[in-house]
């Protein structure tokens, strides 16, 4: 079965060295591609780059899955439909030393890097991306195409709206539930509720105002 990285920036090129240094993982594909439509086709990365409409070229009969490498959630979505209205399946990929409780739920589509935690009974939805060291407690919900950034905690019992994205080594209580399209940013304590598509800071974590656009990397 062939691997399509569908993303090359650093989100992709990690997801390829997850493959590259877990031998089960990697012995499960025959081949790995990146795909990036916004970049010339060719050589990359030790392997190659190829837009999606070129991907069947490149599948054989051992079929193909597709595992979306993006950091903004919004990204993580659009990619995730393109690729389920193709038909094409979704891989998940997990890090041989990630710890996962036999009792935790894991989507497809899911990212879970090197020595993240997913506690018992919790529950991660499709196309979540849970990177270095990140920490879901018992009983919380990551709803579909959550980005958890490194060293960031997530409380028990708590629940995670769809395209939420929380940065860099933040925090929030147990029992705490963050909206859809919410943005945490980095370093932030987060003690209370936060509203869909509001986008806090600080300790306490406090609404800040624009990013109407809900873009956690603006350009």
């Known amino acids: 079965m062939k691997l399509f990285i569908y993303g090359a920036g650093g989100a992709g090129l990690e997801t390829y060295d997850l493959v590259s240094r877990n031998r089960k993982i990697k012995t499960r594909y025959t081949g790995v591609y990146f795909v990036d439509d916004f970049a010339p086709e060719g ?5 190659r780059r190829l837009h999606f409409t070129s991907c069947k070229e490149y599948m054989g009969e051992d079929g193909a899955a597709f595992i979306i490498a ?7 979505r659009l990619l995730y439909e393109k690729v389920k209205s193709a038909g094409y399946p979704l891989a998940t990929l997990i890090d041989e030393t990630a710890i996962i409780s036999d009792t935790a739920a894991i989507g497809k589509g899911c990212i879970i890097q090197a020595y993240a935690v997913v506690s018992s009974e919790a529950t991660i939805n499709e196309n979540c991306f849970l990177m270095l060291q990140t920490i879901i407690g018992h009983h919380a919900v990551m709803e579909s195409h959550c980005v958890v950034s490194p060293k960031a905690t997530v409380g028990g019992h708590s629940r995670v709206g769809t395209e939420a994205f929380l940065g860099l080594g933040s925090s929030m209580m147990q029992g705490v539930n963050i909206g ?24 306490p974590a406090r609404v800040t105002k624009g990013n109407s656009e809900h873009k956690v990397f603006g350009r």
């Open 43 to 47: 050589e990359y990365y030790g392997t």
């Open 70 to 76: 993006a950091g903004e959630p919004a990204v993580r």
């Open 180 to 203: 859809s399209k919410a943005i945490v940013g980095l370093g932030s304590m987060v003690f209370k509720n936060v509203e869909d598509g509001a986008t806090v800071i600080g300790n």
